[in-house]
């Protein structure tokens, strides 16, 4: 999320009642989560198996609860709670707005967008030309959603994204405030939902279509014309690169990256990063021909025991 100016290092350890550490002056424009990091951004890390990824990382300003050697060109703020000071900034940047009117008087709405009975839309959202968004939809606060794009009924997009922080008390909630990006001719399904990034966007590129029943995670990439079958659950922080296909009920796992023009085909899931331009198949998935061969030997098991006497 970017600030709706550049603030100085003092003036955000100020508002946290932090210690800092680097020059006073030194522009900080946003914040954002580890995965999603770029230059000027302020990130936090509260545990030690993660001080080296966030201090190394693009982001320019680290949120770091122990004192330690500063980064080249970087600046740290020093807090007894970074998560909870992270959430601070979030809610203080992109607070809650309630709308008491079905479109948002913020709202920007395109020439010859269709929007049928009973749909939400929430402050400051842009919707292009040319869209039809059927009846029941809700799209949360700031979300964009490009020209000609179909929206099924019940969909929901902005949802916050699922993620907490376990603690002996409970979980604390990590606030969103990042948006969904819906570019053009993309259709999504009925009964989908599309969560907002924690900081950063989550994007569905032009030209892809849903089925009904397809959940996408926050921070996640969906590339240009894709194609994602009913009922798939896709987790946060996923890239999806153009023209793959997910067929129904493909389940993929968090932090990973699907290769241009892959298929995996129905009830498949992966847990890791896999090559474009090939047919997937099984759980975890492997190559389909690959895995179908494993079924077949697998089939032949008990009349080897057989011929074997066992």
């Known amino acids: 999320m970017r600030f709706p100016r550049p603030y100085t290092l003092q003036e955000i350890a100020g508002m946290l009642n932090a210690r800092f550490d680097g020059d006073p002056s030194f522009e900080i424009t946003g914040i954002n989560e580890i995965h999603m990091v770029e230059p000027g951004n302020l990130t936090f890390v509260d545990h030690p198996k993660y001080y080296n990824k966030a201090l190394n ?6 949120l770091i609860n122990k004192e330690v050697p500063r980064p080249e060109g970087k600046a740290l703020i020093i807090s007894d709670d970074p998560f909870r000071d992270y959430v601070w900034l979030a809610k203080r940047f992109r607070p809650f707005e309630a709308c008491s009117q079905a479109i948002s008087p913020s709202a920007e709405i ?34 964009v959603i490009g020209d000609e794009v179909i929206i099924h009924a019940n969909t929901v997009i902005g949802a916050d994204a699922y993620y907490f922080q376990k603690k002996p008390a409970g979980y604390r909630k990590l606030e969103s405030c990042g948006r969904v990006v819906i570019k053009d001719r993309v259709e999504i399904g009925a009964l989908c939902s599309i969560d907002k990034g924690v900081s950063g966007d989550t994007i ?8 009904n029943h397809v959940q996408v ?15 798939c659950a896709i987790a946060g922080v996923t890239r999806i690169e153009d023209e793959v296909i997910l067929w129904g009920r493909v389940s993929v796992d968090k932090d990973i990256v699907i290769g241009k023009g892959a298929v995996l085909l129905g009830t498949s899931a992966i847990d890791k990063s896999i090559p474009g331009g090939i047919t997937y198949f099984g759980a975890p998935a492997e190559e389909a021909r690959k895995k179908w061969r494993e079924m077949v030997y697998v089939k032949r098991l008990p009349e080897v025991f057989e011929k074997l006497g066992l």
Do not use: M
């Open 57 to 62: 990382s693009r982001a320019t300003t680290i």
């Open 110 to 143: 395109g020439e010859g967008t269709i929007i049928q009975p009973g749909v939400f839309i929430g402050n400051h959202v842009k919707i292009g030309k040319n869209c039809i968004i059927h009846a029941n939809v809700s799209i949360y606060d700031h979300s």
């Open 217 to 231: 995670g926050h921070d996640t990439y969906i590339g240009k014309h894709c194609l994602i079958g009913a009922h």
């Open 204 to 211: 569905i590129d032009e030209g892809t279509k849903f089925d």
